[in-house]
C-alpha cells in the first residue's frame, strides 16, 4: 500500500528528501546501514555473523530486550578504532545524503583489550570521523553526545563524565554533553545522579532517556528533577498510570523538549502502533517536540499516517527547522 501510494505520487517522496532536517537522536551503532554491516562482517568472518542478526528488516519487530541483544551483536564487530571511524563516516555521509543538515551522534566509549581500543581512543575516533567528513566539505554539521550506559552502573558514569568534560573542553562545541541510555530495566536513576550533576555544572548538556517502559513513576521524576535539556523517548509519561498527570505537568510547566522516535517505538514494541503513539498527545498540546527517524522513508511513513494533521503544518515545521540551524552554537 504505501510503495503503490509512493509510487503514484512521488513528488511525496522528493519532499521529504529534500527538506532540510535535524536529526538529535542517532545512536551510533544503532545507524549502521546494511551496507556498512556487510563491511564490518566481512572483516570478522570467524564471528559468524549475518545481517539478520544484526538489523530489524522492513516490516520486522523486535522487543526492548532482543534490541539491546543486538547491540551487543553489533559491539563484536567494531572492535577498534579503524571501525568506529568507519562507521561514523558512513553514518554522517548517509545521513547527509538523507537531508539532514544538523546531527547530534551519541555513543557510549568502549574499551577493548584485544585491539588495544581504549574509551580515550574510541572518543577520538568519532571525532575524526566527524573532522574528516568536514573536510570532505559533506553539508552537515555533526555534534557528538558522550553516552553513558546504565549497564556500567555509578563508577563507570563518573569516568565517562570526566572522559566527557575533557572533551567539551578541547572540542569547541563538538562534544556538546551526555546522554543518558541503556536497558531501562538496568540500575537505578539515583544511582546516576552525582556525575550528572557534576556534568551539569561542568556546562554539558543532558539528554536522558526516561519513561522508555511503564511503571517508573519514581525512576522518572528523579531524573526530571534534574531538569534535563532534552528528553529521549519519554514513552509513558502521558500514559493512563496513577501519577502521570504529575509528570506531564511538570515537563510542560518546565518546557522540556521530547525527542520522539516513532519508528524506533514500533520496532521495539513499546508503542503497539502509530495511531497510540504519545506524539499525538504531546503535538496535540503544542509542546516542544522534535521528530526522530532515521531515514527519509521512515519520515514520509509518519507523515502518512498523521495527515492531514502534519501535511497542514509541514512548511512550518521547514521554518522551525531552519530557525534552529540558525541558533546553534559555533
Request: charged content about 30%.
Given at each position: 500500500m504505501m510503495e503503490a501510494e509512493e509510487h503514484q505520487q512521488p513528488w511525496k517522496t522528493a519532499f521529504y528528501s529534500e527538506l532540510p532536517k535535524v536529526e538529535?537522536?542517532?545512536?551510533?551503532?544503532?545507524?549502521?546501514?546494511?551496507?556498512?554491516?556487510?563491511?564490518l562482517i566481512?572483516?570478522?568472518p570467524g564471528l559468524k555473523i549475518n545481517d539478520q542478526m544484526t538489523m530489524i528488516d522492513k516490516g520486522k519487530k523486535r522487543t526492548l530486550e532482543e534490541c539491546f541483544q543486538m547491540f551487543q551483536i553489533i559491539h563484536q564487530l567494531t572492535t577498534s578504532p579503524e571501525d568506529?571511524?568507519?562507521?561514523?563516516?558512513?553514518?554522517?555521509?548517509?545521513?547527509?545524503?538523507?537531508?539532514?543538515?544538523?546531527?547530534?551522534?551519541?555513543?557510549t566509549p568502549r574499551r577493548e583489550n584485544a585491539t588495544g581500543m581504549t574509551k580515550k581512543t574510541?572518543?577520538?575516533?568519532?571525532?575524526?570521523?566527524i573532522k574528516q567528513s568536514k573536510q570532505e566539505n559533506i553539508d552537515i554539521d555533526v555534534r557528538y553526545l558522550i553516552a553513558i550506559d546504565r549497564r556500567g552502573?555509578?563508577?563507570?558514569?563518573?569516568?565517562?563524565?570526566?572522559?566527557?568534560e575533557e572533551f567539551f573542553l578541547s572540542t569547541d562545541n563538538t562534544v556538546l554533553g551526555l546522554d543518558l541510555s541503556g536497558d531501562p530495566t538496568v540500575g537505578q536513576a539515583k544511582d546516576f545522579l552525582e556525575p550528572l550533576l557534576e556534568a551539569k555544572k561542568a556546562g554539558l548538556k543532558l539528554a536522558l532517556h526516561l519513561s522508555e517502559i511503564p511503571n517508573q513513576k519514581k525512576e522518572t521524576q528523579v531524573l526530571l528533577d534534574l531538569l534535563p535539556d532534552r528528553i529521549g523517548h519519554g514513552t509513558f509519561l502521558s500514559s493512563s498510570e496513577e501519577g502521570s498527570l504529575e509528570l506531564v505537568d511538570f515537563v510542560r510547566q518546565h518546557r522540556i523538549p521530547l525527542e520522539l522516535c516513532l519508528t524506533s517505538n514500533i520496532k521495539s514494541q513499546t508503542v503497539r502502533s502509530y495511531d497510540q503513539h504519545h506524539f499525538g498527545f504531546w503535538y496535540s498540546i503544542a509542546h516542544p517536540s522534535?521528530?526522530?527517524?532515521?531515514c527519509t522513508h521512515h519520515l514520509y511513513e509518519v507523515f502518512c499516517f498523521f495527515s492531514p494533521l502534519l501535511h497542514k503544518v509541514r512548511h512550518s515545521l521547514l521554518a522551525n527547522c531552519l530557525a534552529f540551524l540558525r541558533v546553534l552554537p559555533k
Open positions: 538529535l537522536h542517532a545512536h551510533l551503532n544503532g545507524s549502521i546501514s546494511s551496507n556498512t554491516m556487510k563491511k566481512a572483516k570478522k568506529i571511524l568507519m562507521v561514523t563516516k558512513d553514518v554522517i555521509k548517509e545521513f547527509a545524503d538523507d537531508g539532514v543538515k544538523y546531527l547530534e551522534l551519541r555513543s574510541y572518543v577520538e575516533s568519532v571525532l575524526e570521523g552502573g555509578p563508577s563507570v558514569a563518573k569516568e565517562t563524565v570526566k572522559l566527557a522534535v521528530i526522530c527517524v532515521r
